[in-house]
């Protein structure tokens, strides 16, 4: 991979001047595949900003609110790909990327030569590293852009982009990416945003567990949530699952558990990071116990209907297994 990686930057180097001339030139239109919980207030920014969105998924019901606002909608992914020579991609696994980008209507069977491809999705670091490949062989570039902040911070464009690829594509990117986030960060060659990113869903992961259970214990050992959460945050155990996104109901306005653990992230999603973070670990010899019960954790959730409620549910998950 690391020859590949040379040979882009040798073979592709026209390229990617052009490429930046291009994207820093004017607001010319950007594709966007994956209208989900995130991908829908994405690309609602890049609206904002005055890019003119074409816009793709496979679920035509995402679509209609975006044609409303001026999108163009088209009907399948390489459709995207004949229009635009700039395109975002947000799915929610590795099979569904391979599927958009290499699949018989995807992306590489219409793009453009010298087209940027940015995939914000969270898959395997392997699999962004295969799809790399397979555009470079269709004279494009791809750059794996995972983000964290969740869905509040997609509507509020202050998400943090992890990006791997060709250093010399990283303006281009960020010029459009800094329209969805406030940090944008470069992490090295193809697949290294993508590690940034399942290393710190897993620590999440960790500490969101951690903190639902130590707020169990503490309302069984007879506190108040909210001024347990009040020391907690002002003491050494503070975290972002318990300053940012408490996962007890009541604790906090305007997160899942003030609304029944609906929107956010899910369980599924959450138990599909932590599934890459243990492949990635076994690959690697790495230890990772707390990842690995974390796991765990998040998959037994998902066979007792969890899935779909947003990750911080696992206190709600305790609290029920506790009255088995």
């Known amino acids: 991979m690391a020859s590949l990686l040379v040979?882009?930057?040798?073979?592709?180097?026209?390229?990617?001047?052009?490429v930046c001339s291009r994207t820093m030139a004017s607001k010319t239109p950007v594709g966007f595949i994956g209208l989900?919980?995130?991908?829908?207030?994405?690309?609602?920014?890049?609206?904002?900003?005055?890019?003119?969105?074409?816009?793709?998924?496979?679920?035509?019901?995402?679509?209609?609110?975006?044609?409303?606002?001026?999108?163009?909608?088209?009907e399948s992914a390489a459709d995207v790909a004949e229009r635009a020579d700039r395109i975002i991609t947000m799915l929610p696994s590795s099979p569904n990327a391979v599927e958009v980008y290499t699949g018989t209507n995807g992306i590489l069977k219409k793009v453009k030569k010298g087209s940027l491809l940015i995939d914000s999705s969270t898959i395997d670091p392997a699999v962004s590293k295969e799809l790399a490949e397979a555009a470079e062989k269709m004279g494009a570039m791809f750059m794996d852009a995972p983000v964290s902040g969740g869905v509040g911070a997609a509507r509020a464009g202050n998400l943090t982009f992890m990006v791997g690829g060709v250093e010399q594509e990283f303006t281009a990117a960020k010029e459009l990416l800094t329209c969805m986030g406030s940090n944008v960060v470069y992490c090295g060659e193809v697949g290294t945003g993508q590690a940034a990113k399942i290393c710190n869903n897993m620590l999440l992961a960790i500490t969101m567990i951690g903190t639902a259970e130590t707020?169990?214990?503490?309302?069984?050992?007879?506190?108040?949530?909210?001024?347990?959460?009040?020391?907690?945050?002002?003491?050494?155990?503070?975290?972002?699952?318990?300053?940012?996104?408490?996962?007890?109901?009541?604790?906090?306005?305007?997160?899942p558990s003030a609304n029944n653990y609906q929107g956010g992230f899910g369980t599924a999603l959450m138990a599909k990071d932590l599934g890459l973070a243990q492949y990635s670990a076994t690959d690697t010899k790495a230890p990772v116990p707390l990842g690995s019960l974390s796991h765990q954790i998040y998959r037994l959730m998902c066979a007792k209907g969890y899935g779909k409620k947003d990750f911080s549910s696992v206190f709600q998950y305790l609290r029920e297994e506790e009255n088995l």
């Not at 040979?7 to 052009?18: K, N």
């Not at 890049?46 to 890019?51: A, D, I, P, V």
């Open 7 to 18: 040979r882009s930057r040798g073979a592709l180097g026209a390229r990617v001047t052009l």
């Open 36 to 74: 989900g919980n995130m991908g829908n207030p994405m690309a609602k920014n890049l609206l904002k900003h005055g890019y003119p969105v074409i816009a793709y998924d496979v679920f035509p019901d995402a679509c209609k609110e975006f044609q409303d606002s001026g999108a163009q909608i088209m």
């Open 215 to 255: 707020m169990n214990l503490g309302i069984r050992l007879g506190l108040d949530p909210k001024l347990l959460a009040k020391i907690l945050n002002m003491s050494s155990g503070r975290c972002w699952s318990s300053d940012t996104y408490n996962p007890v109901p009541g604790v906090m306005e305007g997160v």
